[in-house]
């Protein structure tokens, strides 16, 4: 059996001046990346640049869509309507097709980002919204979320393209969503822990929540972040693991009917 699988990763999300994440090394790794529109993080000219950067190797492009809250990176809960959900995602996406378009690069999906991803996963009303949003704008553009969610389910009963995503470094619930980064399991920092896992959700669509609960889990991509050193070594380690392992690394358009 052949097993497919994208390694993307968030990046673009410095501001003005203020860099953030280690973008010229992740996307000599990764297959997919999700960049910063404005809202959250990132800026015209980041994204201009990074357009650029990604296609220089090959790399794909997403829009990552966040709440309007520089000061809080995204990460702050919003009480946002559907149709605000949509224009929001609209807003942002839009903007960096322009740039997509500029450079000759298709833009291949959207994935939100921080309190907006996750809240989608399990609001009604806010996943309708941004499949809204898709489905006015372009239903060939993939939506990254995450696994198993509301958002995933709602999206695949309207004909979309749905990249299911799970995460190398992050710990789950026994509900299948990701444990809050204030408590403890919330990371998976050590590569040998993490590869093993991996594979796992990839080969027999599984994995070990925090409560030892095995509960059922599709790995379309795989998130893994960039933002120092010692994360890029995990990320080298990974997409290696990944390899040896008999699973090819490829972008999901390749893939996702």
């Not at 000061?71 to 309507?81: C, D, E, P, V, Y």
């Not at 609209?90 to 903007?95: H, P, V």
């Not at 390899?243 to 009917?257: L, N, R, Y």
Request: include cysteine.
């Amino acid at each position: 059996m052949e097993y497919f699988v994208d390694l993307n990763s968030d990046i673009g999300e410095g501001f003005g001046s203020y860099t953030m994440g280690m973008d010229e090394e992740i996307v000599k790794h990764v297959t997919s990346i999700n960049l910063a529109c404005g809202w959250h993080a990132g800026d015209a000219m980041i994204m201009d640049k990074t357009v650029a950067l990604a296609k220089a190797h090959g790399v794909r492009v997403g829009s990552h869509p966040g709440y309007p809250d520089l000061l809080g990176f995204g990460r702050r809960a919003m009480t946002i309507t559907r149709d605000e959900a949509k224009n929001y995602m609209l807003y942002q996406t839009g903007a960096l097709k322009a740039f997509c378009d500029a450079h000759g690069v298709k833009l291949q999906h959207m994935k939100l980002h921080g309190g907006f991803y996750n809240k989608a996963c399990n609001d009604p009303e806010l996943a309708a919204g941004i499949i809204d949003g898709i489905e006015a704008f372009d239903k060939s553009i993939i939506l990254m979320v995450l696994s198993g969610s509301l958002i995933a389910k709602e999206a695949k009963a309207r004909g979309l393209r749905v990249s299911e995503e799970v995460f190398a470094d992050r710990g789950y619930n026994a509900d299948g969503t990701l444990v809050n980064r204030k408590l403890p399991g919330a990371f998976v920092k050590d590569p040998k822990e993490a590869l093993p896992r991996v594979i796992k959700m990839i080969k027999e669509g599984k994995v070990t929540a925090v409560d030892g609960t095995e509960i059922d889990i599709k790995a379309d991509s795989i998130c893994v972040h960039g933002d120092n050193p010692e994360a890029i070594e995990f990320v080298k380690q990974i997409r290696k693991g990944l390899e040896d392992a008999g699973i090819t690394v490829k972008a999901v358009d390749d893939f996702i009917k």
